[in-house]
């Protein structure tokens, strides 16, 4: 059974002391998406919700998201990131905005979970922007697809059939 690296032998929680690694470039990519109404993908896409432009805040709500997630997640190292991209890709048939976070760094350790939250802090921006029209969204599926650089070398999930 594999160790967990963030529980000391005694039990307790501890951050995991990445001192003697040497940085590394090191790449995620993450994705999730959030399912609506068809009307509510419309007033999205034609930039008709009264509180603005929804992707582009969220856009800027997961970038920042992503540099800030030391901050929420206790374990996470703050990180030298030198990149994020959060893109969306509407999707009228899944009545759906599929979001996808690619974030970069060179560091001591992995940017996978800048690229979870860059995606979650996306999310919860088009449902707390589009709410007052649409309280039955779902954010879903948030996931890691790939990532690459560490000790634990490369990783890219298997598209389901």
């Known amino acids: ?3 967990f690296t963030h529980i000391d ?3 307790r ?3 995991v002391d990445v001192t003697d690694k040497k940085p590394t470039a090191r790449e995620a990519l993450a994705s999730g998406a959030v399912f609506m109404r068809s009307e509510t993908l419309e007033l999205i896409r034609n930039q008709k919700v009264k509180k603005g432009n929804v992707l582009e805040t969220a856009r800027i709500a997961g970038i920042m998201a992503a540099k800030k997630t ?3 997640s206790p374990m996470c190292h703050p990180l030298s990131i030198t990149h994020v991209q959060v893109d969306f890709l509407p ?3 899944k009545r759906c905005i599929e979001i996808e976070a690619t974030v970069r760094a060179i560091d ?3 940017v996978e979970m800048e690229a979870l939250t860059a995606v979650s802090v996306a999310a919860l921006t088009i449902y ?3 709410k007052s029209s649409d309280k039955q969204m779902i954010i879903s599926d948030i996931q890691l697809l790939k990532k690459t650089g560490g000790k634990s070398g490369p990783f890219e999930r298997k598209k389901s059939e």
Request: hydrophobic share 40%; charged share 35%; with cysteine.
């Open 128 to 130: 707390d922007m589009c």
């Open 9 to 11: 032998d005694e039990g």
């Open 108 to 110: 001591q350790t992995g």
């Open 70 to 72: 030391s901050e929420l």
């Open 13 to 15: 929680v501890r951050m």
């Open 1 to 3: 059974m594999a160790k």
């Open 91 to 93: 999707d009228a048939a």
